[in-house]
């Protein structure tokens, strides 16, 4: 049972490059999250996909879009790489969106933009 | 603006010496509370979730409690595995939306 699983897990990019971090969940969870987490923030919420075919802005949407490519993928593509970027990036998945929902988060990709 | 505050942003315990963990909030129309517990290198991983005031839960050596304003994760006789950073999230329902805030977390060490 593997979960939520994020690729990479480490990237270094030079500003003004673009990339894809991908997730993928195998639970069947309708619900999936973009999360940053900086040292001294709390986890921020970047965009979410209450259910397959939708998506909408989180707390900090500023320079990255989201695909939700189907029911179990759900990446984060960054245009144009700004140090400002540079963080540990969560993806997480949930049974929906309503209620108190339990995240099931992955191992995590750090981002280094030079 | 809903907040969500941890204390103490770190705690340094012996092994067998028992502590609280505090995570105080302010938010409307609560829908619930969360523990997670995160390692070094790794996601976040659920431990409770707080519905009511008065309400508690218990896994092995952590019990977390929750009143109107705060709630606690208790830590009995801690052993060094027990050592990560505990985050607490709360849920909550406002104009039409589910709204989930975490706080920065407290970073445990439990030295042998």
């Excluded at chain 2, 302010?26 to 005031?53: H, I, M, N």
């Amino acid at each position: 049972n593997a979960g939520v699983t994020q690729t990479p897990k480490f990237q270094v990019l030079k500003t003004g490059q673009s990339m894809t971090l991908q997730c993928a969940q195998d639970m069947n969870h309708n619900s999936m999250y973009w999360y940053r987490q900086d040292p001294g923030m709390g986890l921020r919420l970047i965009y979410y996909s209450a259910s397959e075919g939708t998506t909408d802005k989180g707390e900090v949407p500023n320079g990255y879009n989201v695909s939700r490519l189907n029911k179990r993928e759900f990446s984060l593509r960054l245009e144009s790489a700004a140090p400002s970027q540079t963080s540990v990036y969560f993806c997480a998945s949930s049974k929906d969106n309503s209620g108190a929902n339990v995240l099931t988060f992955g191992a995590g990709s750090r981002l280094t933009v030079l | 603006e809903d907040q969500v505050t941890q204390s103490p942003e770190a705690l340094r315990l012996q092994e067998g010496e028992s502590s609280s963990l505090n995570c105080s909030y302010t938010v409307s129309g609560l829908r619930g509370l969360f523990w997670y517990r995160q390692d070094p290198g790794k996601g976040p991983e659920f431990l409770f979730t707080l519905y009511s005031a008065g309400e508690e839960k218990e896994k092995e050596r952590l019990k977390a409690t929750l009143t109107k304003k705060e709630s606690f994760l208790h830590i009995t006789a801690p052993k060094p595995e027990d050592s990560a950073t505990y985050l607490c999230a709360v849920q909550s329902f406002q104009g039409g939306s589910e709204k989930l805030v975490f706080g920065k977390g407290t970073k445990l060490t439990v030295n042998p």
